[in-house]
């Protein structure tokens, strides 16, 4: 929320997307150093969007990294974690779907 806040102080009314996680093999519960497993970042980030536009931010919006990258895609993840090239260009090709209706 901090880094939304400091882009909206030159940039009021910019269009702004969060896009949450992708999916990523034995790191979907595992709850990482900062206390997060990627299913409650998912949460935080949707929830962090839902409290910027009841404060009036209607600019701000949220896409499910799971909407991006889901599961099915594992195969994708030579390291489980960073997409390969076929990845990275089905990650482009949905985002370029879903950022349209934002």
């Known amino acids: 929320m901090g880094f939304v806040k400091i882009i909206r102080e030159?940039?009021?009314?910019?269009?702004i997307a969060l896009i949450?996680?992708?999916?990523?093999?034995?790191?979907?519960?595992t709850v990482n150093g900062a206390g997060f497993t990627l299913?409650?970042?998912r949460s935080e980030v949707a929830i962090t969007v839902e409290k910027l536009h009841?404060?009036?931010?209607g600019n701000i919006h949220y896409i499910?990294?799971?909407d991006v990258f889901d599961t099915n895609k594992a195969h994708l993840l030579p390291d489980d974690?960073?997409?390969?090239?076929?990845?990275?260009?089905?990650m482009a090709a949905k985002l370029l779907n879903l950022l349209p209706q934002i």
């Open 54 to 57: 009841a404060s009036g931010d």
């Open 20 to 29: 949450s996680p992708i999916y990523s093999p034995g790191r979907e519960d």
């Open 10 to 15: 030159k940039h009021p009314d910019t269009p």
């Open 81 to 90: 974690l960073h997409p390969n090239t076929e990845g990275y260009g089905i």
């Open 64 to 66: 499910n990294g799971l």
């Open 39 to 41: 299913n409650g970042m």
